[in-house]
């Protein structure tokens, strides 16, 4: 491993007409950022470019000898994925057939009952001096090697793909010495916590340890933390105390201390437990239940859902009362309540969480401004609610809608079916 490895410049060019045009949003290059993150290198350049040979070429040469740079999009096998042509013809490294990847293509498509693509062809293909890397969740596979004096990682443009790559990318580029050993890294995924809110409950705790490397940055789900230690003046045991300390002041703040999402978390405690969960969506209109089966084996503790957006269809398949919408609203704790509650029942699970709110841009009054929202858990011996007063936009709220209700059953898993999931200093949250 070269002593200088944490020095490498890294960057990205990211290859999409669809990202120029605000089509799709770059979210590869933060994704191939964080998977770096850890071993200590920062990336110094990202560029994005048109599906257009003559740009692809000019992002290549503003790189230089020494550079591991990561090139996602335009892998794929229609006639504007020009990324592994362009390459092996800008490094004068020329294609040529992998029978191994021949061969993975085509078990792929005769799983599927398929006849071969015309398009394992050109997926076939490898420039000289790079080596394939299996792709887990689609066809193209990435390309890794260096050519021309870099480091280059060819990735498809499809995140999910890209993801699916990055691990066995990254530990091969460390097998080759284009990484240095990960430096001491500890992380915190938080949830139901504002940005600044997290800043200011960790600030002593900061100030203590400003010899470490503090990082936060915001998910679907909440605020993470990374903690690491890569300062030369940082002590052997100053990342330990550190975590204790955090540990205390974030709590039950905390939805895991790995990579893992907050709806994986949610599956995963359900799934020890063997418990049932249904949902029932008004403001969010199905956005619950979307992200709790984003992972594959969600059918183990997911039953379904209701969507009773209109007021019609909470009184008629949740069985609220006529006059509890009249007198207390849809958005309310009542209505609330009453929605998780006979969500329960009709759909027979053990635990049930119900969301109704005023997401905007219209819609609120002085007593329930934009934002008003209200949260429900049902479990097998309580009901409990909270208001919330979220203060973005329309889709922005329903994000942290969905945030709050994944994260309100975890905490419930986590901390008794007879206990409130709430406390009295939760973010964006009304004195109950």
Known sequence: MPDNAAGIPVKIIAVGDELLEGRTADTNSQRIQR???????????????????????????????????????????????????????????????????????????????????????????????????????????????????????????VPQELEGLLKPVVLMLHDMGALPQPSPTLLWRTAQAAELNLVKTCADIRARYSNLDWSWWLTDW??????????????????AAAEKELDLVLGRLVYSRRMESLPQVVQRLMLDRR???????????????????????????FRGGILAYADEIKKEQLGIPAAMLREKGAVSRETAEAMATGCRGKIGTDYAVAVSGISGPDGGTQAKPVGTTWVAVATPVAVFSRQYRFPADRQRNRLL????????????????DDKSPWAADDSWCLPS
């Open 222 to 239: 909440g605020v993470d933390i990374r903690l690491a230690s890569r300062s030369t003046t940082a002590g052997p045991g100053d990342l």
């Open 401 to 416: 809608t969905v945030a709050a209700a994944i994260d309100s059953v975890r905490r419930v898993l986590e901390g008794g």
């Open 275 to 301: 418990r049932t969960l249904s949902v029932a969506e008004s403001c969010t209109a199905g956005l619950i239940g979307g992200r709790l089966t984003d992972q594959p084996g969600s059918s183990g503790f």
């Open 35 to 157: 998977a770096i993150g850890g071993h200590g290198v920062q990336v110094a350049l990202i560029q994005v470019v048109p599906d257009r040979p003559s740009d692809i070429v000019r992002a290549l040469d503003r790189t230089e000898d020494g550079d591991l740079v990561f090139v996602s999009g335009g892998l794929g096998s229609t006639p504007d994925d020009l990324t592994r042509e362009v390459v092996a013809d800008w490094a004068q490294a020329p294609l040529a057939e992998d029978p191994a990847v021949r061969a993975q293509l085509e078990q792929r498509w005769k799983k599927r009952g398929l006849k071969t693509s015309s398009g394992a062809d050109r997926q076939s293909q490898v420039p000289r001096g790079m080596k394939p890397v299996t792709n887990p969740v689609g066809s193209a596979p990435a390309l890794v090697g260096r050519l021309r004096g870099r480091m280059l990682v060819l990735l498809p443009g």
